[in-house]
C-alpha cells in the first residue's frame, strides 16, 4: 500500500481539533453543536465543488436536488414526531427549520452529484434514470436494516430507561423521512465525496474507503455533544457500537448499492424508533 498519508494525518487532526475546540467552548458557554457546524462545513464544501463543477451537472441532477430540497422542506413544515435541535440556536420555528434543512440539502446534493460525476464514491441512481438499481438499493437498505431496528429498540430501552410507547405509524413514516434524506445527503454524499477529492491524489487507492470511514465517524460522534461534557469515556464507547452496528451498514450500502439503499437503510431505523415513541 503506498501513498503520501500526510494529507489523511491533517484531515484527522483538524477533525480532533473541531470536536475538541467544541467540548471546550461549550464548557465555557453555548456554541453551536458538532452537527450544525459539519453541516455548514460541508455545505460550504459543496457549494465551492458546484461553483467550480455546475457544468458537470445534467438537466436531472438540477430536478433531483430541487425535488429532494423540496421533500424535506416541505416535511419538515408537517413533522409532529422529529423535532430538530434550534439551528445555531436561533431558528426555533418548523418554518426557519424547513428552509435550513431544505436548503442545506440541496446544496449538499448539488454538490455531491457534481462529485459523483467526476467518478466520486457514491452513486445516486435517480437522477441517471436507473430506477431498477435505485429500487434494488432501496430493498437491500430496508432488509439490512430490519434487524438492526429492532436491535436499536432493545438498545434505546436498555440505555434510556423508558419502556415503548407507540406513536401514529403514519407520522413516525412521513417524520423518519427528515434524518435519512438530510444526514444521509450530507454525510453520506457530500462530506464522503469532499473527503475524497482531498485524499486522491495522495492516496489514490485508498482514498475511498478512508474518506468514507472518516465522514461515518465524524457523523457517528457528532451525535454525543451533550454525553462528551459528562463523560468522554462513556462518549467514546458508545460512539464505537454506533459506528459499528449502525454507521458501517449504511457506508457500505451506499458504496455498493448507491444512495438510496443508505437512506433506505437510516429511514427504516428512524421511522422504527419514532413508531416506539423514542
Known sequence: MKGNYTTLLLLVAAFIALFLARLWLAAQGSVPRTFEMLDLLTAAGALLVLLKGYRRLQRADWITALVL???????????????PYPFLGVVHDSAGQAWVRGGLTWLATLGGLVIMRQGGPVQFHVPNGQWRKAL??????????????????????????????????LSAMLDAVQPAVVEEVIYRFALWGLLWLILRRSLPRQAVW?????????????????????SPLTALGMGAVLAL?????????????????AIAFHWLQDATRFWAGF
Open 69 to 83: 430540497g423540496a421533500v424535506v422542506g416541505a416535511g419538515m413544515r408537517f413533522a409532529t414526531l422529529f423535532s
Open 245 to 261: 452496528f449502525w454507521g458501517l451498514p449504511p457506508l457500505i450500502l451506499a458504496r455498493r448499492r448507491g444512495l438510496e439503499s
Open 136 to 169: 434494488r438499493g432501496l430493498l437491500v437498505g430496508l432488509a439490512v436494516g430490519l434487524p438492526l431496528a429492532v436491535l436499536n429498540l432493545f438498545a434505546l430501552q436498555a440505555t434510556q430507561g423508558q419502556p415503548v410507547h407507540w406513536q401514529n405509524p
Open 210 to 230: 478512508l474518506a468514507g470511514l472518516l465522514s461515518m465517524l465524524a457523523h457517528t460522534y457528532a451525535h454525543f455533544d451533550d454525553l462528551f461534557l459528562q
